[in-house]
């Protein structure tokens, strides 16, 4: 029999999950809506379609994430995600910051997609486990789906990086 100890932890690893669910909802949301600028930007197609592709993804997450505020009976809503907030921020920035056509551009590009991308795949891994732990099986499926696809965005970016960028660079 389950204790009111342990009634009231599960109750707030709950709260907690949700919010880090809603912490990350919004933080796609926001990475969809500032890819489009940030893909304009680029000056090598392979960014601009590493960008397209990543907006495509961004809308692919929203829907799982969707999906699992479900499966945990949540109402689904999101809370601003600061840490997103600011590497959007700093992306945007970037861009005023650079020369258009510029490998400098390129670079701090590739650097605040790299930042979401480390960002998001610390918060779907933990998530993945927390949700495991939880017994929440599907949704931690679900969101693995993504951590995978984080990553592969992520090594997408890098090998753009050692291709294109740090070639003209030498």
Same mark, same amino acid.
């Given at each position: 029999?389950?204790?009111? &100890?342990?009634?009231? &932890?599960? =109750?707030?690893?709950?709260?907690?999950?949700?919010?880090?669910?809603?912490?990350?909802?919004?933080?796609?949301?926001?990475?969809?809506?500032? +890819?489009?600028?940030?893909?304009? *930007? /680029?000056? %090598?197609?392979?960014l #601009?379609? /590493?960008f $397209?592709?990543?907006?495509?993804?961004?809308?692919?997450?929203?829907?799982? +994430?969707?999906?699992?505020? $479900?499966?945990? @009976?949540?109402?689904? @809503?999101?809370?601003?995600?600061? *840490?997103i907030?600011? !590497?959007?921020?700093?992306?945007?920035?970037? !861009?005023?910051? %650079?020369?258009? $056509?510029?490998?400098?551009?390129? &670079?701090?590009?590739?650097?605040?997609?790299?930042?979401?991308?480390?960002?998001? !795949?610390? &918060?779907?891994?933990?998530?993945?486990? =927390? *949700?495991?732990?939880?017994?929440?099986?599907?949704? *931690?499926?679900?969101?693995?789906?993504?951590?995978a696809?984080? #990553?592969? /965005?992520?090594?997408l =970016? %890098?090998?753009?990086?050692?291709?294109?960028?740090?070639?003209?660079?030498?």
């Amino acid at each position: 029999m389950e204790t009111q &100890t342990m009634k009231a &932890t599960n =109750l707030k690893l709950k709260e907690f999950f949700v919010n880090q669910l809603r912490d990350i909802y919004w933080a796609e949301k926001k990475l969809f809506s500032a +890819l489009p600028k940030l893909q304009e *930007a /680029a000056t %090598t197609p392979e960014l #601009k379609d /590493a960008f $397209g592709q990543n907006r495509n993804q961004a809308q692919t997450h929203v829907d799982r +994430l969707e999906q699992v505020f $479900g499966m945990v @009976n949540e109402k689904v @809503n999101s809370g601003k995600c600061p *840490a997103i907030a600011d !590497i959007v921020e700093e992306g945007v920035d970037m !861009i005023g910051e %650079t020369n258009k $056509g510029s490998v400098q551009r390129d &670079t701090g590009l590739i650097f605040a997609g790299k930042k979401a991308e480390h960002y998001k !795949i610390a &918060t779907y891994d933990a998530m993945v486990n =927390l *949700a495991n732990n939880m017994g929440y099986r599907q949704a *931690a499926d679900i969101l693995g789906e993504t951590l995978a696809d984080d #990553k592969a /965005a992520d090594a997408l =970016l %890098t090998r753009i990086a050692e291709k294109n960028i740090n070639y003209k660079l030498n």
